[in-house]
């Protein structure tokens, strides 16, 4: 197959049936070869191969739409739709996003980034269709692992309010980023112990004969094995309003296709519920579903990353809070359903700790409501979570934690630019919305030493919630402490002391106002360096003192700008009467683009030479404002 045959969705309709498997192969070929050169999402994408192929050829995007939930399955959607030969582009600087955009393609009618959102805005789309009259088709597609998450279920519970068309597609795969939880998740793979294994078997049998004739009426072994075939509709799908299909194979294209077919006609909400593989056409990601979800480059051949000699600040996090909850049986440790990810897969294998490991499946609201629970009996709940994902449980940080002023520990990983995975991910915002919240603690090591004395405090925290940013990947390489120090709440860290510019590098852009700090020395410059180490409360005392001294401070922070910590430095001074002008360095007010992280600081001025020229600018400034200013007169002038 050569493909730039498929230059849009009208070339896949045009292409002879007989040549639509060799272009799954071809496809899954691209993404492999691809992939193992950007890395990205590559087991998602592998897994709705056959499935995007059958939407494409019997829908017509833009005017059909297809709302993929999260949507890091949608490189296939985006090879069809103009983008195929842009996808070794894929989640680097300036090319295409690993989620889908409005902005990118006119064929993605909705972007996302999280899980659980599909069904709702799908169900908006549908019903603006029926306000308009307009007779365009909206196909919602979601995981199963969505199918745990509460904003899916709110979407089904006003499906019934519909009655038009309107089409779900369970992609049931067994997997979301890690192994599914929860009742939910029991629910879809309870097979041989129902008694409705059979009835059911043999009601989608009958549905795949009627729709395509007795000769194709078999369903794939898969299905056969392994389907969630207890899903009798009538006990969970259409007491919600819909009219539920399957289960069916999910890689079988010609029975997508006139499942669609037949799907499209209907004229009530339906849901299809499809059997697929994680992975499909790829061994090495079918043996680690897990570690394929999303990753870096990778050899083909084997499926090996390069290993790194310096560990993630998750993978320190994981193994020291498993040693603290050895030596402190009140330490439980929760996760919405990332566990490899924020580092808690140490805590869950360990069999001295692991029945206090909790994994709630995408639930961030309800893990910030059960850790609020646990820390009421007097346990130390560290919730997991990565910073973007924490946005979803802010209510609760205010009206449950905050409020009640619970010992609940928050770690946020991924805080800061994430990098790859683009505006959905960046944990940027995190600052502005738990800085202003009450009884807040919250904290933000300058490398790995530090970030291991900041759990050691949490642990031993009890007259509040207190929280840590930490950012995505590995830090400088320090090396913790064989005994870990308790830090004085609010205290900073006062690295050196000068007279002329004063530098404040929150977390690990730390290393950066260090880098500055050896440059203004160089010009021969009296620099004072602090680690503030707290973002709430700060050390003002401390930073007062500096302001004072110095004619100008700069501030570094991994994160957006408006209502940051740079913010709370300038409002610090403000209320204390002090007017040491304040620039700062971090991240513009808008939603920073996809890219590896060195290119776009280097776009939004996050580096040290951006630190250098708006410091000798503003020393500058001060300097002419100084000259023009009228002198004091003298005695003999008032004479």
């Not at 302001?547 to 991994?558: L, R, Y």
Request: charged share 25%; hydrophobic share 35%; aromatic share 8%.
């Amino acid at each position: 197959m050569n493909f730039p045959e498929i230059k849009s969705p009208k070339d896949l309709k045009e292409l002879p049936e007989e040549r639509l498997d060799d272009l799954a192969s071809e496809i899954r070929r691209v993404l492999i070869e691809s992939l193992s050169q950007t890395g990205g999402h590559l087991g998602p994408n592998l897994g709705v191969v056959e499935l995007t192929l059958a939407l494409h050829r019997v829908f017509e995007t833009p005017k059909d739409k297809f709302i993929f939930d999260v949507s890091h399955q949608g490189y296939v959607h985006k090879m069809l739709t103009g983008r195929w030969n842009k996808i070794d582009t894929i989640r680097q600087y300036e090319g295409l996003n690993g989620f889908l955009l409005r902005s990118e393609s006119e064929h993605d009618c909705y972007g996302a980034g999280h899980a659980g959102t599909a069904l709702s805005a799908a169900l908006g789309m549908a019903t603006a269709r029926k306000l308009k009259g307009t007779d365009d088709h909206v196909v919602a597609v979601a995981g199963d692992a969505a199918f745990t998450s509460g904003p899916t279920f709110e979407a089904l519970n006003n499906v019934a309010n519909l009655d038009s068309p309107f089409i779900i597609v369970l992609n049931d795969n067994e997997w979301s980023i890690d192994k599914n939880v929860g009742a939910i998740a029991k629910y879809f793979n309870k097979i041989t112990t129902s008694k409705a294994y059979s009835g059911l078997h043999d009601a989608a049998a009958n549905f795949v004969a009627k729709t395509m004739g007795k000769g194709v009426s078999r369903l794939a072994s898969k299905v056969e094995k392994g389907a969630k075939n207890v899903l009798v509709p009538s006990v969970l799908f259409e007491e919600f309003g819909l009219r539920y299909y399957g289960p069916i194979d999910g890689h079988d294209l010609p029975l997508l296709i006139k499942t669609f077919e037949f799907l499209k006609e209907q004229k009530e909400p339906v849901i299809l519920h499809i059997i697929t593989e994680k992975g499909h056409g790829y061994q090495p990601a079918l043996d680690k579903p897990d570690k394929f979800h999303g990753l870096g480059k990778y050899k083909i051949e084997t499926g090996e990353t390069d290993p790194s000699s310096v560990p993630t600040y998750s993978q320190i996090y994981g193994e020291y809070l498993t040693k603290f909850a050895k030596e402190d049986e009140k330490i439980t440790a929760i996760t919405a359903a990332m566990p490899g990810g924020t580092g808690l897969t140490a805590f869950r294998d360990c069999e001295e700790v692991n029945d206090r490991y909790f994994d709630v499946g995408i639930a961030e609201e309800h893990a910030a409501l059960f850790s609020s629970g646990l820390a009421t009996q007097g346990l130390k709940p560290f919730l997991t979570i990565y910073s973007t994902f924490m946005q979803r449980a802010f209510d609760m940080l205010v009206h449950d934690i905050g409020i009640q002023n619970l010992p609940v520990r928050l770690c946020m990983d991924r805080a800061g630019l994430s990098g790859d995975d683009g505006p959905t991910h960046h944990g940027l915002f995190d600052i502005g919305y738990l800085r202003h919240v009450p009884n807040f603690v919250f904290m933000q090591p300058k490398d790995e030493e530090e970030f291991v004395d900041m759990l050691w405090t949490m642990i031993n925290h009890d007259s509040g919630p207190i929280a840590v940013r930490y950012p995505r990947g590995a830090g400088t390489g320090a090396k913790p402490k064989n005994k870990p120090q308790k830090l004085e709440i609010g205290k900073a860290e006062l690295v050196q002391e000068g007279n002329d510019i004063g530098l404040i590098g929150l977390g690990h852009l730390f290393s950066m106002a260090e880098q500055t700090c050896s440059s203004l020395e160089d010009q021969g410059h009296s620099v004072s360096l602090m680690n503030p180490r707290f973002i709430k409360p700060m050390d003002n005392s401390a930073i007062k003192e500096m302001a004072n001294k110095v004619k100008v401070i700069c501030t570094f922070e991994d994160h957006v700008l408006h209502n940051g910590f740079g913010a709370a430095i300038i409002e610090l001074l403000h209320e204390a009467e002090i007017n040491t002008p304040v620039v700062r360095i971090g991240w513009p007010d808008e939603f920073v683009e996809h890219g590896n992280i060195p290119a776009l600081r280097e776009k939004h001025g996050i580096s040290y030479e951006n630190a250098m020229s708006l410091i000798n600018e503003k020393l500058n400034s001060l300097t002419q404002q100084s000259q023009k200013a009228p002198k004091e007169a003298s005695p003999k002038e008032y004479a």
